[in-house]
């Protein structure tokens, strides 16, 4: 029960912008908000945690009724967050406002503008000391400290948990690599911090998941601990299906994959990035397309689906980049893909350079999600860049493309059939098929909710073409 006359304590994970209607499909929660309510919880606090996007509404003046506000944001899901702070403070004027979170982390002086305390990096070692006044400082830093003194993650605080299709699960913080467009290392360091094996296990018996999703930013960057990990996961009887986050570089390891998808793995969400080898290696990607081309393969050869993220917009990109990667998905059997325009995080070598080199267009944050075009390419205008993604978005993810898929396989299913080879029909078809339904039809609504910001982009063309006219020596941005 909650201790008498300790204060209510309300955590929100605030929506993205309406123009962002992916952010309708991310129904997952962020872990740090659920640890850090189940330290507070532990304490004997009253706790509750509202996720604006597993909500399905804003969040309101009674849900907002609390002694202390805990916002943590993104980079597009700041202006939201500083928003819902702004509210909290007109109706309760002598509540606490404490704002975390990667961009706040990046950006603290901007949070400072609407919370008591910023948290700049994980806020498990100070959140208690921070709720109980212990911390008078405006700006909160807190040093990285090991995962294994969080407590097992409670989402019992979290409204509308039920939603929740698929668990998540951290096991791990950080990574050794250095991908420049990345904030991940600039937020939980290039260091690889890891959740012991026996308390991962011991948060999998407690959940009784069906379905999870590893957080991880890298789920097998030591491969010796995955090994033993998706051992632990065979043997312990629990059955789920699971999905995670992985580079190209698992697969140099075939044994490895196998032994994934003998635990229960059935997709990977692999950062390709690019097929442009230049922009990989300007990236500092640490891979290269032989090696792409030769995962895929090791994945599929193992009945694993793949989720392919590439990134357009990089200053080796020109206008032929994008039909040639969704070309390259569809040819290489890719069963889903996200395609993003490069958003330059604050706090990542990339904001930094295109700041200093005046490319950036504008600092509004709603649109730092990587569907939006927000900076000066060099190999092509922001138009073009933002129209290229949205040509390579419906080439794939195309109502032809689906049927197409859909008649093949009913062939190849039958074909197989007449020789008694059931087992050899290709499941990762027919997923990919329902990724192209849903996918053509989200793009569409994507469309709809954003041709205010293509005639942005078209406004800012035409500005360009005239000052060239009276400035031709010039190259305005």
């Not at 944001?73 to 406002?97: C, D, M």
């Not at 939980?188 to 012991?196: D, E, N």
């Not at 097998?220 to 580079?247: D, N």
């Not at 008694?420 to 290709?426: A, D, E, F, P, W």
Request: proline share 5%; with cysteine; hydrophobic share 40%.
């Amino acid at each position: 029960m909650p201790g008498k006359n300790k204060p209510k304590i309300v955590f929100v994970e605030p929506r993205g912008s309406s123009e962002n209607v992916f952010s309708k499909f991310m129904s997952l929660p962020l872990m740090g908000p659920i640890y850090l309510a189940t330290i507070l919880k532990k304490k004997g606090y009253d706790v509750t945690v509202f996720n604006e996007n597993l909500l399905g509404r804003d969040v309101s003046c009674a849900d907002l009724q609390a002694d202390v506000l805990c916002v943590s944001i993104l980079t597009l899901t700041a202006n939201r967050g500083y928003e819902i702070a702004r509210r909290f403070k007109l109706q309760n004027p002598a509540g606490k406002v404490i704002i975390g979170g990667i961009h706040a982390s990046m950006m603290p002086d901007e949070a400072a503008l609407f919370a008591d305390h910023v948290v700049i990096g994980e806020g498990e070692p100070a959140i208690v000391d921070i709720v109980e006044g212990k911390v008078k400082d405006k700006f909160v830093r807190t040093q990285h400290i090991d995962m294994d003194a969080y407590p097992l993650p409670d989402f019992s605080m979290l409204v509308n948990n039920r939603k929740m299709k698929i668990t998540p699960v951290i096991t791990s913080r950080g990574c050794p690599f250095g991908c420049n467009f990345c904030s991940v290392t600039e937020m939980f360091g290039r260091g690889y911090r890891t959740l012991s094996i026996d308390n991962v296990m011991k948060s999998l018996h407690a959940l009784k998941p069906k379905k999870v999703f590893f957080y991880d930013d890298n789920f097998a960057a030591m491969r010796s601990r995955t090994y033993e990990m998706v051992k632990r996961f065979k043997r312990s009887g629990l059955g789920f299906r699971w999905s995670a986050q992985v580079r190209t570089d698992v697969t140099n390891d075939p044994k490895l994959i196998e032994k994934m998808a003998d635990a229960g793995c059935s997709q990977v969400y692999v950062g390709f990035e690019s097929i442009n080898p230049a922009t990989l290696k300007r990236f500092n990607k640490a891979q290269g397309l032989e090696q792409i081309k030769r995962s895929i393969k090791v994945f599929h050869d193992n009945s694993i689906d793949i989720h392919g993220m590439f990134i357009f917009g990089s200053d080796d990109d020109d206008k032929k980049v994008f039909l040639r990667t969704s070309e390259f998905c569809n040819e290489h059997g890719i069963n889903s893909t996200q395609f993003a325009i490069l958003a330059p995080l604050p706090g990542t070598s990339i904001y930094k350079d295109f700041e200093s080199q005046g490319r950036l267009i504008h600092k509004n944050w709603d649109y730092y999600d990587a569907l939006h075009a927000v900076f000066v390419p060099r190999k092509m205008t922001p138009l073009e860049l933002q129209e290229g993604m949205i040509d390579a978005f419906q080439d794939f993810y195309s109502y032809t493309r689906a049927v197409n898929d859909a008649i093949n396989i009913f062939f190849e299913y039958n074909a197989n059939a007449i020789r008694g080879l059931y087992s050899n029909v290709s499941m990762p078809s027919f997923s990919t098929v329902g990724f192209r339904l849903m996918g053509a039809k989200i793009v569409k609504d994507w469309m709809k909710h954003n041709t205010h910001y293509f005639e942005f982009l078209e406004a800012i063309e035409r500005k360009k073409q005239a000052l060239r006219q009276f400035y031709p020596e010039k190259n305005p941005v």
